[in-house]
């Protein structure tokens, strides 16, 4: 009578535990790899989107998919106007209006990427923020351009 609730919450709190791993561990990746651009090495290598993509996946763990990963990269006029808001359309991810600027010296650029989480313990509806019992996690890094 014990161990049904208990399994419950063992594996509400293990599923838990892997989104918010999942989620610093894409964060750590986006803003390591954002640095690529920050510093001008990514422009200086000529980075095409798959490149980037595939920097951000080199400082992922081996339990993200990196063809799922997308991504974001956006020139800014000021901090202020830079939006980080995902592209959601009726709770999914809109890929359709995604970007890539690396932008040049001095320019804010704002670095997104996007993947969705698959939920594994469908009565965790709470951690589901997408159909599908999906979760969409975001990495995003906001920074000015050095003057390279």
Same mark, same amino acid.
């Given at each position: 009578? %014990? @161990?049904?609730?208990?399994?419950?919450?063992?594996?509400?709190?293990?599923?838990?535990?892997?989104?918010?791993?999942?989620?610093? =561990?894409?964060?750590?990746? %986006?803003?390591? =790899?954002?640095?690529?651009?920050?510093?001008?090495? +990514?422009? +200086?290598?000529?980075?095409?989107?798959?490149?980037?993509?595939?920097?951000?996946?080199?400082?992922?763990?081996?339990?993200?998919?990196?063809?799922?990963?997308?991504?974001?990269?956006?020139?800014?006029?000021?901090? @202020?106007?830079?939006?980080?808001?995902?592209?959601?359309?009726?709770?999914?991810?809109?890929?359709?209006?995604?970007?890539?600027?690396?932008g040049g010296p @001095?320019?804010?650029?704002?670095?997104? %990427?996007?993947?969705?989480?698959?939920?594994? %313990?469908?009565?965790?509806?709470?951690?589901?923020?997408?159909?599908?019992?999906?979760?969409?996690?975001?990495? =995003?890094?906001?920074?000015?351009?050095?003057?390279?």
């Amino acid at each position: 009578m %014990v @161990g049904i609730p208990f399994l419950a919450l063992l594996f509400a709190i293990l599923e838990t535990a892997f989104v918010f791993l999942a989620s610093q =561990t894409l964060n750590l990746a %986006v803003n390591d =790899t954002s640095r690529l651009i920050m510093t001008g090495q +990514a422009q +200086a290598a000529a980075y095409t989107a798959a490149n980037f993509q595939s920097a951000v996946c080199a400082n992922l763990v081996a339990f993200f998919n990196c063809n799922n990963l997308h991504l974001n990269v956006r020139i800014a006029s000021s901090f @202020g106007s830079a939006s980080t808001t995902p592209p959601l359309v009726n709770g999914q991810l809109n890929t359709s209006n995604l970007q890539y600027q690396m932008g040049g010296p @001095g320019d804010i650029v704002v670095v997104q %990427v996007y993947y969705q989480w698959p939920i594994v %313990v469908p009565l965790l509806d709470l951690l589901a923020n997408q159909a599908g019992n999906n979760r969409l996690l975001v990495g =995003t890094a906001v920074f000015e351009n050095e003057p390279y």
